[in-house]
Every structure is written in structure tokens, then in C-alpha cells.
């Protein structure tokens, strides 16, 4: 969200510099401006007193409504503001884009609200994805990401709808060189620029950072799909969604059915529709990060899916299926039939640009067969490769001895 560019004002003129024939008296004689009587040339002529006295109300006119219209829209630009501070209690109150002299020119076009209005489906439905200078760069991240809309199964036109959430101003600067619609979430004392490394303090604050934001984009009455920029998006997921939920997730290990609990989500990739269930949840949440510090949202997810407020709010949660959401943690493995697929289970940007890259090779060959061939799924991925789950075993959640694990099975009891 930008500040008006203020221009200086003009200085005042204290006199106009007329011709004898620039102005003539009216009928009778009488007029507003004095000529010379008997100059050939032009003169610099005083204004009379009335004339003068004209002008100055005039130009303190000007000057009282130019300082009103700068008021009113730096207050607009503001507006929407205490609803973000209301989810939560936030220490990152500030959602607009940054005004830095390093940073490209922001104009109101690329206020939150009105990006999030102009990317909206008709049923005000928006696709958000967060991304950083590490996963911004040249060929990095966020080119593989677009790619794989413009490459998968009739899913090109969701880009429309796709919303870029940068977290810096590098990235910022990206988005608008690569997307019509990219907002710059700006938070004081809070650099998200680097890659932020699985369980190290910058990886939780960008984490929490974006429970928080999505809270209040559930506040604004949007739906979202939210999605990390390392997932690639092969077919529509809308297809694929529970109608009746409020809330569904993806799964780093799928059991076997939508409602069950035990299932493994992933804070990666979920779609949430916007209603007073969604948002006090989003809250609850969000202020979870204090019951059980030191761990990261989906840590936290997993230990608070079972509270018993979950019930008493009614929310409908769903666990969505890895054989068409899949990921390197559990491969869908029919190409046939995988919407997305999550670079998760991996540690490390080169690890994970590697078997993202590999992954959309894939998806191109199986794209070039006859349709005779596809349906015989002759095809698999051939990820993970650099990716492992045996790279994370060391940046696991914190140990503690009064263990989360101990709470859930006393809201079970």
C-alpha cells in the first residue's frame, strides 16, 4: 500500500504580465484588468486590490483542498488495517506494501484489497501463494511454479486468479516483472528474504507470519486455495474438493479416508472457505503458537485438530487425498489422475529446484503420449531423487518434556 507522491506546491504569482490587447473592457468601459494608454509595448501591470484579494481567496482555496484530498486518501490506504490487527495479536500489524527508497514505485493498484478483488472468482475465491527474494530469483522456485500451470491439464486460466504474496521487496520487484496480480506483505523488524531453512527461527516467524495473514483474508470474505510455490499444478483441484467442508488440507501421509484425524496435513496446500467457523479457527490457530512454542504450524495443526473446540465451532475439516494431491513424502502415482504435486519432504533450495525440475520433465513426457499410452500409466515419477525424508530427521520439532502429545490424549479421554 503506497503514500501519495505529494507535488510541491507552485509558487504564487504576485503579478500577471498582460498585453493591451490580451483584454478589453466590456460593454461600458468596465473590466477586471487595467491596459496602458499610451505604451506601444507590453507592461507589467499590478493587479487592483479587488482582483488581488480574488486570487489570494483563491489560491488558499486550492491549497486547504489539496491538503484535505491528501488526508483523505492517506487515511483511505489505511482503512482496512484494524482488521488485521483484530485477528490476532499479531507483532506484524502492517499488510501493504512497503514504500522504501529502494523499492519500485507502488501506486494503489497493488493495495491488498483491490488485487484481491480484481484475482477474485466470481464466488470470491482467490489462489495465494507466498514467495521470498531466495525463491524469486532467476530460474528459481516461483519459474517453475508458473510453468507448471502453463504445462498441466487445462489449468493455465487459474493463473487469473493467482495471487502473489511477496515478502520482500526483491521479491516484489520479481512478481511484477513475472504476474498481473502480486501484493507485498511488509512486516516490521522481520527479514524473509533469505531461504529460510526447515525449523530455524526465520522458517518459524515466515510460517506464523502466513497463519496470520490467511486469517485475515478469511476476515475480508475471501475463499482461498493457498499453496506453496513449490507445488506444481498439474490439473484443476477444484474438481477434486469436499463441498461440504470449511476447511481441507493436503496430506504429507494419507490414511485412507477424508475424516480421519490421524491423517498426516500438510500446511503446503489447503482450501478454506471464508465463514465465522473458518475464521475462529484461523484465530485459535494462530494464538496456539503460544500454548506450544517452538513449533511450526503444521506441528501445531496436528496437535490442536483434536481440541474439542474444533467440535464446538462446528468446523468441517477434510483431509484431501495424496493420490491426486500428492508430494515427495507420498507420490501420487497415477499421472492420470494428480492435480498437484509438493516438493515437501525436502530440505535445502538445491535439493528441492533439482527434483522439481525432474518432475516437470516428467509431466512433459507424459503430456507428449497418445492418449492410448496415458491410460496405460506406463509412466511414473522419477522422484524423489535429491529430496529425502532422511534429510529432515535433524530439523524436526523441539522435544519437550511436557509433551504436546500428552494434551491430545487427555482431550481424547
Not at 60 to 77: E, F, K, M
Not at 281 to 304: A, M
Request: glycine share 4%; net charge negative; with cysteine.
Amino acid at each position: 500500500m503506497s503514500i501519495p507522491h505529494r507535488s510541491p506546491f507552485q509558487r504564487r504569482p504576485s503579478f500577471l504580465t498582460t498585453t493591451n490587447s490580451s483584454r478589453t473592457g466590456g460593454a461600458g468601459g468596465d473590466s477586471s484588468y487595467s491596459s496602458s494608454s499610451s505604451s506601444s509595448s507590453a507592461t507589467h501591470t499590478m493587479l487592483p486590490e479587488p482582483a488581488a484579494l480574488i486570487l489570494r481567496r483563491f489560491l488558499l482555496l486550492v491549497a486547504v483542498s489539496l491538503s484535505c484530498y491528501v488526508i483523505l486518501r492517506a487515511s483511505d490506504s489505511l482503512r482496512f488495517l484494524p482488521r488485521f490487527s483484530s485477528s490476532s495479536s499479531s507483532a506484524f500489524p502492517y499488510i501493504f506494501p512497503s514504500v522504501s527508497d529502494d523499492s519500485p514505485t507502488v501506486s494503489d493498484e497493488y493495495r491488498l484489497e483491490k488485487v484481491l478483488k480484481d484475482a477474485a472468482m466470481v464466488d470470491r475465491t482467490v489462489i495465494l501463494t507466498t514467495l521470498n527474494e531466495a525463491w524469486a530469483a532467476q530460474n528459481s522456485v516461483i519459474d517453475l511454479f508458473l510453468e507448471s500451470f502453463r504445462i498441466g491439464d487445462r489449468t493455465r486460466w487459474l493463473l487469473n486468479h493467482l495471487v502473489i504474496v511477496a515478502l520482500d521487496q526483491k521479491a516484489f520487484a520479481r512478481c511484477l516483472v513475472l504476474h498481473t496480480h502480486c501484493v507485498s506483505l511488509v512486516s516490521e523488524g522481520v527479514d524473509f528474504h533469505r531461504e529460510a531453512y526447515f525449523m530455524t527461527p526465520d522458517y518459524l516467524k515466515m510460517m506464523w507470519r502466513r497463519i496470520d495473514f490467511l486469517c485475515s483474508v478469511l476476515e475480508m470474505g475471501y475463499n482461498f486455495v493457498f499453496t506453496d510455490a513449490d507445488i506444481m499444478w498439474f490439473r484443476d483441484p477444484f474438481q477434486r474438493f469436499y463441498l461440504d467442508a470449511d476447511f481441507q488440507i493436503a496430506c504429507d501421509h494419507f490414511l485412507g479416508s477424508s475424516d480421519d484425524l490421524e491423517n498426516r496435513p500438510n500446511g503446503g496446500f489447503n482450501y478454506v472457505k471464508s465463514n465465522n467457523r473458518s475464521i475462529e479457527f484461523y484465530k485459535f490457530w494462530y494464538s496456539s503458537r503460544e500454548t506450544y512454542p517452538g513449533y511450526h504450524d503444521q506441528d501445531v495443526l496436528n496437535i490442536i485438530k483434536f481440541h474439542p473446540f474444533i467440535m464446538d465451532i462446528g468446523l468441517k475439516i477434510k483431509f484431501l487425498d495424496t493420490a491426486y494431491f500428492g508430494g515427495l513424502c507420498e507420490p501420487s502415482k497415477d499421472l492420470n489422475q494428480v492435480c498437484t504435486m509438493h516438493a515437501n519432504c525436502c530440505y535445502g533450495l538445491d535439493s528441492k529446484l533439482h527434483d522439481l525440475k525432474i518432475m516437470l520433465q516428467d509431466w512433459k513426457q507424459f503430456m507428449s503420449l497418445p492418449p492410448s499410452l496415458k491410460r496405460l500409466s506406463i509412466l511414473s515419477w522419477r522422484v524423489p531423487q535429491n529430496c529425502s525424508l532422511d534429510s529432515l530427521q535433524h530439523y524436526g520439532s523441539p522435544q519437550h518434556n511436557d509433551s504436546p502429545e500428552k494434551d491430545v490424549k487427555e482431550w481424547q479421554d
